[in-house]
């Protein structure tokens, strides 16, 4: 089973374009990675949308049964294990991308997804992921519950942006377990 994923365009929406050029970005991003962790991106292709005026890419995945880690978290968090089993896969899935130089820059619980059958943690989502060039951006990028501080400032993102992108998603989950059931 495939899913195919297209960009969506607001009717507020000008930057056309900009658009395209993120959505293909990220096509070509994860078309090129490989991971367990990671759905998979088989190919990416174009087809002319008399609307807008312009070509309009298509990207074709793996389609990941299964549900957000937002909503599998409990309010009241989970067990221990349980939330270090997916951390792991997070940080796996990230270690992938970041050796191959790309940066996510949107780490958090609704970009993550836990198949129902294996419970195999898969990133999602690389929408405004870029290859690390060391350029600073003039442009935030990002969900600003779970955004890091140089972004949040403009400044570059890097590997290390990801890492701090993927804590609160998790940790404050675990606190409030954790805090309950020695509380």
């Keep these: ?9 607001d009717q507020a929406d ?14 070509q991003i994860v078309v090129e990675m490989r991971h367990p962790n990671i759905a998979h991106g088989y190919r990416w292709f174009e087809t002319y949308d008399a609307v807008l005026g312009t070509n309009v890419p298509s990207l074709v995945t793996e389609f990941v049964s299964g549900k957000t880690l937002r909503s599998i978290l409990p309010a ?31 780490i958090k619980p609704t970009n993550v997804m836990i198949e129902n059958d294996t419970n195999t943690v898969k990133l999602i ?24 501080p140089e972004q949040l400032q403009g400044d570059t993102a890097d590997e290390r942006s ?3 992108c993927s804590s609160p998603g998790y940790v404050d989950r675990l606190v409030m377990w954790w805090s309950d059931q020695v509380g």
């Design 14 to 27: 000008t930057d056309v374009d900009g658009i395209v050029s993120r959505f293909l970005r990220e096509a």
């Design 162 to 164: 990801d890492l701090v």
């Design 1 to 9: 089973m495939v899913a195919i994923k297209t960009p969506r365009f």
């Design 125 to 148: 989502d690389f929408g405004i992921a870029r290859v690390f060039d060391w350029t600073r951006s003039l442009q935030v990028w990002g969900t600003p519950e779970y955004i890091s």
């Design 76 to 106: 009241a968090g989970m067990p221990p294990l349980q939330a270090m089993e997916i951390v792991m896969g997070v940080l796996s899935g990230l270690k992938y991308a970041h050796k191959r130089q790309v940066i996510h820059r949107d």
